[in-house]
């Protein structure tokens, strides 16, 4: 029998089996595709590795750390952590590893040291969760060296805990423990060494709090500096959390995250030295700025216009979509923010779906709106006339195409091609055309209008 029958007739008596009695329940998918647990395999060790892993067995017993413990997210993502944690020129080795020993926390952490006759274990140290969110090496207790800073998960607890610990004397001692959702290692306080901004989030409408801990020179110790902040809106989880500058060259943190279901908000803290406590920048003694970034967009703050200032949307319907209900398209006012309050507005219209940003000139606002079509997704923009379904005037069109895509021919001839990115073609077209010279634009300004988001 040839080759290609004998494959034949296999591959029939496979198909055969699903339409025996009892296989209800088995698919083709399911018998040609493995499950997800057998894909998954350790990552191979390097020579290195594989003498820090003998090390760490002869230090804690064979068996005890056969299966190591990867930080989920940051830097550093393996199980083996190389850094000179003293300052002498080698790198020293953290090895998270978990201890089916230890019922209540079973990751551990050793520290291993080659100091030139192989790998050796200087301590074991107890872990403080199941899992390890992330590590750090950072300096906020000014004890010269590092810090460790290590984030904890515990099963089925909703706060994660972090560690600040300070290797010394090769020895690890822990000097700072709290809870938390998100954190950011900073400078707010102004000293001479990091902050700790620790953010919480709930999954229940309840307020949460802001915490920043930092050396406190009198006691010599890290702590909680101040009062905890009891933030304004209640965020269930984060997007993103960054440093950045206000206007008057604060350093400020730039905190956007959900609130509920689908609305996102942001929220900007800074430290008031004067009062010596966090605060947010969004609330004035007048003005109470936080309910203006309330979105169902999901953008984050950014520097907008690359001028080294940290820039906060808020969001207004375009003209013709004030009592929209669904599918309203904004104009983002990107806020600058310093001591007064809103300071500068660069407004923009974003299309995330199409992962591209139009900022307005001055005499669009208020005047100019977008309307979408359908099947293309393509945006016009229009002079408003005060009615979405009267529009007359037209001022630009944007379109997005995959290269893989087939081309309009109508398309190649008007459209002009101005920005890619990937496999994404972006085309714009402007009338000949348009009534009034303080809506019109060239080509050459759009450009300068256009961004990626």
């Not at 800074?270 to 003005?287: A, N």
């Amino acid at each position: 029998m040839s080759i290609c029958k004998r494959g034949l007739l296999a591959l029939l008596g496979v198909l055969c089996l699903f339409s025996l009695p009892g296989c209800g329940d088995i698919s083709l998918e399911s018998f040609l595709q493995p499950g997800i647990d057998e894909l998954l395999h350790p990552p191979k060790l390097t020579q290195e590795q594989k003498e820090i892993s003998s090390a760490l067995e002869a230090a804690v017993g064979a068996g005890r750390a056969e299966k190591l413990k990867y930080p989920r997210r940051g830097e550093y993502l393996s199980a083996f952590v190389m850094y000179d944690l003293d300052g002498d020129g080698a790198e020293e080795a953290l090895v998270f590893y978990d201890d089916p020993n230890n019922i209540e926390y079973q990751t551990q952490i050793c520290i291993l040291d080659n100091d030139g006759s192989g790998w050796k274990a200087l301590q074991t140290y107890p872990g403080n969760g199941t899992a390890v969110d992330q590590i750090q090496f950072v300096d906020i207790s000014g004890q010269g060296g590092c810090d460790i800073l290590i984030g904890w998960e515990r099963t089925n607890q909703e706060l994660k805990t972090v560690n600040l610990y300070h290797f010394q004397n090769r020895q690890m001692k822990s000097l700072f423990s709290n809870t938390y959702s998100e954190l950011l290692v900073t400078r707010l306080t102004g000293g001479r060494h990091d902050d700790l901004l620790l953010l919480e989030a709930s999954s229940q409408a309840k307020p949460v709090d802001a915490k920043l801990a930092s050396l406190l020179p009198e006691e010599n110790v890290v702590d909680i500096v101040g009062e905890e902040y009891r933030m304004t809106n209640a965020f269930t989880s984060y997007q993103e959390v960054k440093y950045g500058l206000l206007a008057d060259r604060t350093p400020a943190v730039f905190i956007d995250g959900s609130i509920s279901g689908n609305l996102y908000c942001t929220d900007v803290l800074y430290f008031d030295r004067e009062q010596g406590k966090l605060t947010s920048r969004l609330i004035y003694d007048v003005d109470d700025y936080s309910e203006s970034t309330i979105r169902t967009m999901a953008l984050t703050c950014q520097d907008i216009d690359k001028d080294g200032i940290m820039d906060v949307p808020m969001p207004e319907p375009l003209p013709g979509y004030e009592n929209a209900q669904e599918e309203a398209l904004y104009l983002v006012n990107y806020n600058c923010l310093d001591h007064n309050g809103i300071s500068r507005v660069v407004p923009v219209a974003v299309n995330l779906a199409a992962g591209y940003m139009v900022r307005f000139p001055m005499s669009w606002r208020d005047k100019v709106t977008i309307t979408q079509e359908d099947k293309s997704g393509e945006w016009r923009f229009w002079i408003y006339n005060g009615s979405l379904s009267q529009l007359r005037e037209e001022l630009l069109r944007i379109k997005v195409y995959s290269s893989k895509d087939y081309h309009d021919k109508f398309d190649a001839d008007t459209y002009r091609i101005i920005r890619t990115k990937g496999n994404l073609e972006y085309y714009a077209y402007i009338p000949p055309e348009t009534a009034g010279e303080e809506f019109v634009i060239t080509y050459a300004q759009l450009e300068e209008m256009f961004l990626l988001t």
